[in-house]
C-alpha cells in the first residue's frame, strides 16, 4: 500500500517554485537595469509573497529612492518595516504615504503585512490622522 501524497503540499511547492522563478527572472532584470520601477515593484511584491522579507524590504527602499512622492511606494516601505519589526520606521513611511496622498483606509485596517504594526502604541497617532484625512477629505 502506497501513502497518499498531500495535495496541499503539492500546490504549496508548486507555488514556491513559481515565485522563485518570477524572482529570478525579475532579479535578472534589476541586475540589468537597477533603476526599472515596474520590475522592481513586483520583484518586492514577490520576495513578501514568498516570505523573504529582507530582500523585500531592500527592494522597498530602492523604490522610495526612486520614487520619492509615490504614495504607494511609502505605504509598501511601510509593510515591509512592519514585517522585519521595524515599527518606528514603519509608522513613519504610513505616516509619509498618507501625506503622499494614500487614502485606502480600509485596507490599511486589514492588510496582514500590518498585523504586527497595528498592536503598536505609535499606530494610535496613524488611527488619529485618518480620523482628521477622513474629515477633511469630505
Do not use: M
Given at each position: 500500500m502506497t501513502a497518499k501524497s498531500n495535495p496541499r503540499k503539492k500546490t504549496?511547492?508548486?507555488?514556491e517554485r513559481d515565485l522563485d522563478t518570477k524572482i529570478n527572472f525579475l532579479a535578472g532584470i534589476v541586475r540589468r537595469d537597477p533603476d526599472y520601477v515596474d520590475a522592481l515593484q513586483l520583484l518586492g511584491d514577490h520576495y513578501t509573497?514568498?516570505?523573504?522579507?529582507?530582500?523585500?524590504?531592500?527592494?522597498?527602499?530602492?523604490l522610495a529612492e526612486l520614487e520619492p512622492t509615490s504614495s504607494l511606494v511609502?505605504?509598501?516601505?511601510?509593510c515591509s518595516y512592519s514585517l522585519t519589526d521595524q515599527f518606528d520606521r514603519?509608522?513613519?513611511a504610513l505616516d509619509r504615504a498618507m501625506d503622499l496622498g494614500y487614502r485606502d483606509?480600509?485596507?490599511?485596517?486589514r492588510d496582514p503585512d500590518?498585523?504586527?504594526l497595528r498592536?503598536?502604541?505609535g499606530y494610535e497617532d496613524i488611527k488619529a490622522k485618518i480620523r482628521t484625512l477622513k474629515v477633511s477629505d469630505r
Open positions: 504549496k511547492r508548486a507555488n509573497q514568498r516570505g523573504l522579507f529582507q530582500e523585500g524590504l531592500k527592494v522597498d527602499e530602492r511609502f505605504y509598501n516601505l511601510a514603519a509608522l513613519q483606509f480600509a485596507w490599511l485596517a500590518l498585523k504586527k498592536k503598536q502604541p
